[in-house]
């Protein structure tokens, strides 16, 4: 750079004097409080500053041209980081709920670090049809008393199970009130504020990685209603903002690790679904605020990564990367859209209910001394769904199993009490076996899903918000496959015995396999899931990875839009859009539209009758002055003008830059006193010699704050605080300045517009 050299965006040239600091230097400068929101703008503009300069120097020297390689390769090289730690932490995750998971049941003797399916892959004495009863795994019951049959041995097996579950769940609780309050919970509704520029300190950071690491495997295990799905985006995101201190680029730069953090969810839920383009999806659809196309390539890459660090672990043993693999591929018939319409409705109508309820509990921990016993609360919780869901087959088994084997379709060697039909058949061809009769098994089944589902429905919305790591994912999918396994098995029954029927004639004949009831199942776990979380395009790829069924895209589909819409026609906004508003996050709807005719002169402050606006002169105050202005108002910034009479605008300046700038001078810089004038010009005027030095913070100042005037309507202040990201906004009327509007002012317009309470909204 020469002497006028590189000037970058707030227009400091490099030609002041030699004594008179560079405040762009001073640490601290041009960094947020916590809770507070970023200025895109600012970031991106500093971004561009530092990328043009080593652009520039790169033709210098071999060296500046090495570093400038290494400066685009940094993201790639990030991104590698993140899908190897996403991919291993969720393999360890994966492995151990597992095996604690089977541990509340019972042990393998020979092997205690196997869970109960690899115990008896070990074993050598073990039938095919009896695969899961082998003598080297041991219930409670058998360890203790020597036999598994009879009541005794049963109320051994339940205390045993509940005594687990509450430990797991207490160890979980006491881990995450101690070490990491923000631990708990799913994670997605913060992220996805943190990713539209809000800052929550340590909401990623180490200490929340190894807790909700540690807790999260201890939750799913306790048989709590929760999955282990949205805790694995909250983990890949800690991941991905511990790994960008790595690299200076990111580290720095607030807007930069935005574009990381979208790429590191895409990276948590391909390794929480094995489902690489379903988290890419996700991360575009329901989390990302600001993604460009770099970050689609880029999250597309560490979603790779990570299902292949994922893929060679293999933690289900079955060198799979889905969780509910589905053999079955019989066609499906048009006339099944209507029961697949009619699950994506049941699924609208779950998720709208689950959410109201949900958030009104959640509103009632807030506000009554519930909030005060996190502990009490999971013990409660946990005591009463291990107590509930032990008698239960279903309930009893952990939810993924649950509802993998709600999936599966029932061959000729499947011993489970769903694929218990009358086989009254003389040969199958192939490997499809025709419609049958239901058993005594069947019907078992049947009611004891319909308990289930009641449980499940109604459990999971006290247990999601609970002081533990939960996701919703998975519970919510299991209400919609419970849901979808009875559907279909009444379908299937139907046919069989009225196969004359109108709607069955001319595609269901005797003895023809026309009805999958696991694919009833898909269908209404994706329903379910989408009522809750609004997902569209995402949520069928996600679930068709999750099955490898590719043929029913179709049904997939039309149950998810089903769903969205009835959920939509009875409450706007996902469970995580809830969550926000319940915390007062400041997050703009980038999906919302704006409809009312107010003005910019609405909305900002000073109002008419307030005090004028606080502002800064360019060149008549003293470092007392602005200590003073400083120490009497809380605004995050102030204007600058070139005069009180005048309120011609000059720029902007950020509280916290002015403190640690005058800070450091006094400590760093000679002569500045209280008496000292600052000088905000780019010539500092000349003094009398018995004055004391002056103060030059031209290098602080943003000399291109957004201005609109007062005139604007306020849909279109809201689309630039959208478009843009800005944090405040300046209002002006015939070029004098007359306000500001910040996001806050945006957000509570917005919910005083829709008549809920302003003060909600606690945030910068």
């Excluded at 041209?65 to 940094?74: R, T």
């Excluded at 990030?78 to 042990?107: F, R």
């Excluded at 050598?124 to 041995?153: H, I, K, M, Y």
């Excluded at 306000?739 to 909204?761: C, E, F, R």
Aim: proline share 4%.
């Amino acid at each position: 750079a020469g002497s006028k050299g590189f000037v970058s965006y707030n227009g400091n040239g490099l030609n002041g004097g030699a004594k008179v600091m560079d405040f762009l230097d001073v640490p601290g400068v041009g960094t947020y409080e916590d809770f507070n929101t970023i200025d895109w703008v600012r970031e991106k503009s500093r971004d561009r500053d530092r990328h043009r300069e080593i652009l520039s120097r790169s033709k210098e020297s071999t060296w500046a041209l090495l570093h400038s390689v290494s400066d685009a390769f940094s993201g790639w090289m990030l991104m590698l980081l993140i899908g190897l730690t996403a991919g291993s932490l969720a393999g360890l995750i994966d492995i151990s709920s597992h095996w604690m998971t089977d541990l509340k049941e019972g042990i393998c003797l020979p092997w205690f670090w196997f869970n109960h399916e690899q115990c008896c892959w070990q074993s050598n004495n073990v039938t095919f049809e009896d695969r899961n009863n082998c003598p080297e795994w041991r219930s409670w019951s058998q360890l203790v008393l020597g036999r598994s049959e009879g009541a005794f041995p049963y109320i051994l097996n339940y205390f045993m199970y509940v005594m687990w579950a509450l430990l797991f769940s207490l160890l979980a609780v006491l881990l995450v009130r101690n070490f990491a309050p923000y631990a708990c919970g799913s994670g997605i509704p913060e992220i996805k504020t943190i990713l539209s520029g809000f800052i929550i300190r340590g909401y990623l950071g180490k200490w929340t990685l190894i807790i909700k690491t540690m807790t999260l495997v201890l939750a799913v295990s306790s048989g709590l209603s929760l999955g282990k799905e949205g805790p694995l985006i909250h983990v890949a995101c800690c991941c991905g903002n511990i790994l960008c201190h790595l690299f200076t680029k990111y580290r720095k730069n607030e807007a930069k690790r935005r574009e990381v953090l979208s790429a590191a969810a895409a990276a948590g839920v391909s390794v929480a679904f094995g489902a690489p383009i379903g988290g890419v999806l996700f991360s575009l659809e329901e989390v990302s605020y600001y993604f460009p196309l770099k970050t689609l390539w880029r999250s597309f890459f560490a979603a790779l990564v990570a299902a292949f660090t994922l893929r060679s672990i293999n933690p289900f043993g079955n060198s799979r990367l889905v969780l509910f693999y589905v053999e079955f591929h019989a066609p499906w018939h048009l006339l099944e859209l209507i029961p697949f319409i009619l699950l994506g409705i049941f699924g609208g109508l779950w998720g709208a209910f689950f959410i109201r309820a949900n958030i009104a509990w959640c509103h009632r921990r807030k506000t009554t001394k519930l909030g005060r016993y996190p502990v009490a609360e999971v013990l409660m919780v946990t005591a009463i769904t291990a107590i509930l869901a032990f008698p239960n087959d279903y309930t009893r088994m952990s939810s993924s199993e649950m509802i993998s084997e709600l999936f599966n379709d029932c061959g000729l060697l499947d011993s489970s009490k769903l694929c218990d039909y009358v086989n009254d058949y003389n040969n199958t061809k192939g490997g499809n076996l025709p419609d049958r009769a239901a058993g005594n098994g069947v019907y078992t089944a049947m009611w004891q899903l319909s308990l289930a589902l009641i449980f499940k429905a109604v459990i999971t919305i006290f247990t999601f918000g609970i002081k533990v790591p939960s996701g919703l994912f998975i519970p919510s999918m299991a209400v919609g496959a419970i849901m979808g396994r009875l559907l279909g098995v009444a379908m299937e029954q139907l046919s069989f015995y009225h196969h004359d029927w109108l709607i069955f004639r001319g595609w269901c004949n005797q003895g023809a396999d026309c009805i999958t009831p696991g694919l009833y199942a898909m269908v209404g776990a994706a329903a379910c899931l989408g009522g809750a979380t609004r997902m569209t395009v995402s949520l069928v790829v996600i679930m068709f990875e999750l099955t490898g069924g590719l043929e029913y895209i179709v049904p997939l589909m039309a149950a998810a839009m089903t769903s969205k819409w009835v959920a939509d026609a009875l409450g706007r906004g996902s469970i995580y859009d809830a969550h926000i508003h319940l915390n007062g996050y400041p997050f703009l709807e980038a999906k919302e539209e704006f409809s009312h005719k107010t003005l910019a002169m609405d909305v900002m402050r000073p109002r008419r009758n307030d005090p004028i606006l606080t502002a800064i002169t360019q060149d008549s105050m003293t470092v007392e002055d602005i200590e003073a202005i400083i120490s009497e108002t809380t605004y995050s910034g102030f204007p600058i003008v070139v005069s009180r009479e005048s309120q011609r605008l000059m720029g902007f300046v950020l509280r916290r830059d002015l403190i640690i700038s005058i800070e450091s001078a006094r400590k760093k810089q000679e002569g500045i006193v209280s008496t000292s004038r600052i000088y905000f010009t780019e010539h500092t005027p000349t003094q009398p010699t018995t004055a004391p030095p002056s103060l030059k913070l031209r290098a602080i100042m943003d000399l291109s704050p957004f201005t609109i005037t007062d005139q604007t309507p306020m849909e279109i202040v809201v689309d630039i605080f959208r478009k843009l990201g800005l944090r405040q906004c300046l209002v002006t009327h015939n070029g004098r300045l007359l306000g500001i509007i910040t996001k806050k002012d945006v957000l509570k317009h917005i919910a005083q517009m829709a008549n809920q309470d302003p003060d909600s909204i606690l945030f910068n």
